[in-house]
């Protein structure tokens, strides 16, 4: 049975945009720490504690960017098996598995590294207006591997910098904070930001788009029968 995803797709959209907005403030705050800790070094001393602590501003906006992670997950996890469901209504030939793969596939480690993808490319062709023949102009799913890849280059690169930051900061914290580890982690930190940026802007797009491929497939109705022998 076919559900409209238009009212989600707004939800997704508009929750996508305030990450890349939280996104944006975390670059300045990573960049304020990383020109402070230029000062220190160009003095020659080590950072203290104090100066690596997080402000109540960056707090804030770190729990607000968590808060916004959770809800934007879900609220894309729903949307995303809607389209699923609706595009093995409009091609179930062009699906190896259920729908409920589409929710579940995001908590299976590794796995949530491709499968994802694979649905996402079969729910788009089978959303197109003939999925049995060439894609036409607009159909094509350049969006869907920008968007994937994107993604997966933020999450490691994130991963990665958050690591690179706790070992500057929180491991040497009594020993004293070395400036030059913990300006080479902002930097890495500002990069994972910019990343997930684009990738939330690019998730957008593949929203809107393949929201937008079922809605005028679906007002279209079925395709007209073709006589035996035509």
């Not at 800790?37 to 906006?61: H, Q």
């Not at 968590?66 to 949307?79: G, P, Q, S």
């Not at 690591?163 to 990069?191: E, I, Q």
Request: aromatic share 10%; net charge positive.
């Amino acid at each position: 049975m076919l559900r409209s995803p238009v009212g989600l797709s707004k939800a997704v959209v508009v929750l996508l945009a305030a990450v890349a907005a939280v996104d944006c403030a975390m670059i300045y705050g990573h960049y304020s720490l990383y020109r402070l800790m230029g000062e220190r070094e160009r003095k020659g001393a080590p950072a203290s504690g104090s100066d690596v602590a997080d402000d109540p501003l960056t707090s804030a906006v770190a729990v607000l960017g968590a808060c916004l992670f959770l809800a934007t997950a879900v609220v894309f996890i729903v949307w995303f098996h809607r389209v699923r469901v609706n595009a093995g209504v409009f091609a179930p030939e062009h699906f190896g598995s259920g729908p409920g793969w589409a929710i579940g596939a995001w908590f299976i480690p590794v796995a949530n590294a491709v499968i994802p993808c694979r649905i996402a490319h079969q729910s788009w062709h089978a959303s197109r207006r003939d999925p049995d023949r060439r894609a036409g102009k607009g159909e094509r799913p350049t969006v869907v591997k920008v968007w994937w890849l994107l993604w997966l280059a933020a999450s490691v690169t994130d991963y990665l910098a958050w690591s690179a930051y706790d070992d500057a900061v929180t491991r040497k914290f009594l020993d004293g904070v070395d400036p030059a580890s913990v300006r080479a982690a902002c930097v890495a930190l500002m990069v994972a930001a910019v990343l997930d940026m684009v990738a939330a802007l690019f998730a957008a797009l593949f929203v809107r788009r393949l929201t937008a491929m079922q809605d005028a497939k679906a007002l279209r109705g079925p395709a007209p029968a073709v006589p035996a022998g035509a």
